[in-house]
C-alpha cells in the first residue's frame, strides 16, 4: 500500500515536471533576445519603437530588450564577448560594420552568414551598397545595418550665438574666433563629455579628416597613407588648441550630460554624433529651431559613417525569431520606424523622406553626395586594440598636451595594431 502510495506520487512528480518543462519550452519558443547598448535618450525611444513594430507583426513572440548602458558600449561590448565567447549569445546584437563585427565575431565563426535571407526577402539591392559590404566577409553578408550615423557633426545651441554675435563657424579657423569669443562671454564654448573616453577620440577623428582629407583619411585603413604624415600631427595641434575651450568638468561627464549643457545654454556648442540630434529633440528641441549644425570645420565633404547593425550568431537560442527581427529591422517600415527618432538615416536608400526632420533630411543630401570614411572609435576602420589605444592616447594628451608625444604613440599604436 505503502508503495503504491509513493509510486502515484513520484507518476503525479512526474508529470507536473513534464508540465513545467514543455510550458517553458513553449515559453522560450515565444522569445527573442535582442542586447543592445540603446538606454539613452533617443536611443531607448528608438529602440522601443523599433520593438513596437516588431510586436506588431510577430504578437506571439516577446523580445527580450537586453541593454547595458554606457555610450558607444562602452560597458555592453565587453558583456556581449563574454557571452559570444562562453557560448552563452543573444538572438541578435548591435555590432558596427566593419572591424567590430568581422574581426571580433566573423573571422573567428561566430556568425551565420544571413546573404541567403537577404536575398529571400529581396532587400539585398535596396541598400546603400558601400554601407553593406561594411558588413561582408569573403563573399557572405554577416549582419544588417538599421541605419547611418555621422561621427563629424556638431550641434550648437541658436540662442547663445546669435547672443554672442557668432556665426556658425565654416573652417577651423573661424571655429576657433568663435571659441574665443564664446570664452570671453563667459559661456562654455564646446561641451565635452568624455567620462568614457571616446567622445575625446571622436573629436580627433574628425579633425584626422580635417587634416588629411577623405582620401588621406580612408588611406590610412589601405596603408597608403603613413601614421607619420606631418597631418597627423597637425590634427593634434588642431585638437589641442579645441581643447582649451572645453568645461572643466568634461572627464567627470557622458556625452548627454555634454549635449545637455547645450540644451540648458550652458555652451555654444556640442561635437557629437547625430544620436544626439535623437536626444535633443527628447528633450523638447526642434531642428532649425532652438538648434542649428554645421559638419565639423574643415570635414566637409567627407560623411563619417557609424553604422549599426544586426546578425544572427551562431547558436542563437530563438533563430528563427532572430530572423524575424532581423527582417523586420531590413524592411522600410522598419528603418523608416526607428531612424527618425534615433537621429540616424537609414542604410536602406528608398525612405519615405516626409518621415525625416530637417537635420535628417540635410544629412541624407550629404550622405549621397559626400566622401564616405569608415569611424575609428565606432568600430569601423580598425581593430578594438587600435581604438582602446588611440582613446587612451588622446585622453592623456589633453592632460599633457604634449603634442610630439601624442604623435609618437599615434604611430605606435598604428604598428601595433594595424599594419
Ligand atoms: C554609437 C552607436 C550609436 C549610439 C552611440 C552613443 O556607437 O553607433 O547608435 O548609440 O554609440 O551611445
Not at 574666433?177 to 573616453?197: C, F, M, Q, R, S
Not at 536602406?348 to 537635420?359: M, V
Amino acid at each position: 500500500m505503502l508503495l503504491k502510495k509513493s509510486a502515484v506520487l513520484s507518476v503525479l512528480v512526474m508529470v507536473a515536471l513534464l508540465f513545467v518543462f514543455s510550458f517553458s519550452a513553449l515559453a522560450q519558443e515565444g522569445e527573442v533576445e535582442i542586447f543592445s547598448w540603446w538606454t539613452g535618450g533617443g536611443e531607448e525611444e528608438g529602440l522601443n519603437a523599433l520593438i513596437e513594430l516588431f510586436n506588431e507583426q510577430y504578437p506571439d513572440v516577446e523580445v527580450i530588450n537586453a541593454t547595458v548602458a554606457g555610450g558607444a558600449g562602452s560597458n555592453a561590448k565587453a558583456v556581449l564577448k563574454t557571452r559570444m565567447v562562453g557560448g552563452n549569445p543573444p538572438d541578435s546584437f548591435q555590432v558596427h560594420g566593419g572591424a567590430e563585427l568581422v574581426d571580433t565575431y566573423v573571422e573567428t565563426g561566430m556568425m551565420e552568414p544571413i546573404t541567403g535571407l537577404l536575398e529571400e526577402w529581396g532587400v539585398k539591392d535596396k541598400f546603400n551598397q558601400q554601407i553593406l559590404e561594411m558588413s561582408s566577409y569573403e563573399g557572405e553578408y554577416y549582419s544588417i545595418p538599421v541605419n547611418v550615423h555621422r561621427s563629424n557633426i556638431m550641434f550648437y545651441n541658436n540662442q547663445v550665438l546669435s547672443e554672442n554675435n557668432v556665426e556658425p563657424p565654416t573652417d577651423l579657423a573661424s571655429f576657433k574666433e568663435a571659441l574665443a569669443k564664446l570664452d570671453e562671454a563667459g559661456v562654455v564654448p564646446l561641451a565635452l563629455g568624455d567620462t568614457n573616453k571616446w567622445p575625446a577620440g571622436q573629436i580627433f577623428e574628425t579633425l584626422l579628416v580635417a587634416t588629411l582629407g577623405p582620401d588621406g583619411y580612408n588611406g590610412l585603413w589601405d596603408g597608403s597613407t603613413a601614421p607619420d604624415d606631418p597631418a597627423v600631427r597637425e590634427a593634434l595641434v588642431h585638437f589641442k588648441d579645441i581643447m582649451q575651450y572645453v568645461n572643466e568638468d568634461h572627464s567627470a561627464l557622458t556625452w548627454q550630460d555634454a549635449t545637455q549643457l547645450v540644451n540648458e545654454g550652458e555652451a555654444g556648442f556640442n561635437i557629437m554624433g547625430d544620436w544626439a540630434e535623437g536626444y535633443l529633440k527628447t528633450l523638447g528641441w526642434t531642428p532649425g529651431e532652438e538648434f542649428g549644425w554645421t559638419p565639423v570645420p574643415g570635414s566637409e565633404g567627407t560623411f563619417i559613417v557609424v553604422t549599426d547593425t544586426f546578425g544572427l550568431p551562431k547558436g542563437a537560442p530563438h533563430p528563427e525569431n532572430a530572423k524575424k527581427w532581423l527582417k523586420i529591422i531590413s524592411s522600410k517600415a522598419g528603418q523608416d520606424t526607428f531612424n527618425p527618432i534615433k537621429g540616424s538615416i537609414p542604410a536602406r536608400l528608398d525612405a519615405d523622406k516626409s518621415k525625416y526632420d530637417p537635420y535628417l533630411t540635410s544629412a541624407m543630401e550629404d550622405f549621397a553626395s559626400d566622401t564616405l570614411a569608415p569611424s575609428i572609435v565606432h568600430g569601423s576602420a580598425a581593430p578594438e586594440g587600435f581604438i582602446t589605444a588611440m582613446n587612451d592616447t588622446i585622453n592623456s594628451f589633453i592632460t599633457t598636451g604634449d603634442v610630439d608625444q601624442a604623435f609618437k604613440s599615434f604611430q605606435q599604436n598604428y604598428e601595433e595594431y594595424v599594419q
